[in-house]
């Protein structure tokens, strides 16, 4: 469960991954999920969106507003439409706030999932409403999002895409076209490519970090050097924002015990910044609960 102030109505959230897409609502303070559907890369948005819908009137037949979250660019602006998608590439140019609104008839808000989930970390007072504070999101990509007085900065509406940051000249090609992009160094597939070139076998984020905690030499080099490339993506942080620090979520972000010494002396290397970097609790919950909160807060 988590809380966040409601005047009483029903507000939906749904979070859509590149796996599966996770649907609750927030009901007197009172977060909850109440389905979860596969996605994948083959996806079809329309269908997808008319089954959540669906979904959702049959367990609320008066909706006071709905929230989505996902991966990407996504033009507020326009009203919710997904102009880059790097995990659902089918939908890329749709406009999933319209969908919704033309089957629900409620208010719809659709925003990056990183924002989303930076949303309901401040509406819920994790994340400090004064000053300003970067949220990076470590996971397949990297996500990002600028916090400055409690309310997220869009610049023309999708800024706080760190993952695609050149740390690298001519480095790993990205999908997103260009190449060394930060989050192929410091994104999952990044950490499982070091384990595979010390050891020659594949093993998970999760595997690797078991066997670190055992003090297994070759995990233990493998987090030293993923901690490097996420200390000098903070660094080129610092010196552009020079924020009062960084709140840090997502799958891998679980491991920051194994990576936080090797990060923090790259980091102190290039800039001149306070390291001071925060764990945000992550849970599976966290994404449908943002986007909940984030229309029960603006709606």
């Avoid at 033009?75 to 998608?85: I, M």
Wanted: net charge positive; hydrophobic share 35%; charged share 20%.
């Amino acid at each position: 469960m988590e809380s966040s102030n409601n005047s009483g109505k029903t507000y939906w959230g749904i979070d859509v991954g590149g796996t599966c897409a996770k649907i609750g609502c927030l009901t007197n303070d009172v977060f909850r999920v109440v389905d979860t559907i596969s996605t994948g890369v083959d996806c079809e948005p329309k269908e997808l969106l008319a089954k959540i819908s669906e979904l959702i009137l049959a367990e609320d037949v008066k909706p006071a507003a709905v929230g989505l979250g996902t991966a990407g660019h996504i033009d507020k602006r326009a009203g919710g439409v997904v102009r880059f998608s790097p995990n659902l590439p089918l939908w890329n140019g749709i406009n999933a706030g319209e969908i919704l609104r033309r089957h629900l008839k409620v208010p719809v808000i659709v925003d990056n999932d990183c924002n989303v989930f930076a949303i309901g970390a401040i509406n819920s007072g994790r994340i400090p409403s004064e000053g300003l504070w970067l949220f990076i999101t470590l996971g397949t990509g990297i996500g990002g999002t600028i916090i400055n007085q409690g309310s997220i900065i869009y610049g023309t509406g999708y800024s706080g895409e760190f993952g695609h940051t050149t740390v690298r000249e001519g480095g790993v090609p990205c999908p997103c076209g260009s190449d060394g992009c930060w989050e192929r160094y410091a994104g999952k597939k990044a950490l499982e490519w070091y384990y595979t070139r010390l050891t020659g076998q594949k093993a998970s984020p999760g595997e690797i970090a078991a066997l670190a905690s055992q003090g297994k030499v070759s995990a233990l080099e493998t987090f030293r050097e993923y901690g490097r490339w996420v200390g000098l993506g903070l660094a080129n942080l610092s010196n552009c924002f020079s924020p009062m620090g960084f709140f840090i979520g997502g799958g891998l972000s679980t491991t920051i015990n194994h990576f936080e010494k090797s990060a923090m002396l790259e980091y102190k290397k290039r800039c001149k910044h306070k390291w001071n970097v925060s764990l945000l609790e992550n849970s599976p919950t966290a994404g449908a609960f943002g986007a909940a909160s984030m229309v029960a807060k603006q709606c």
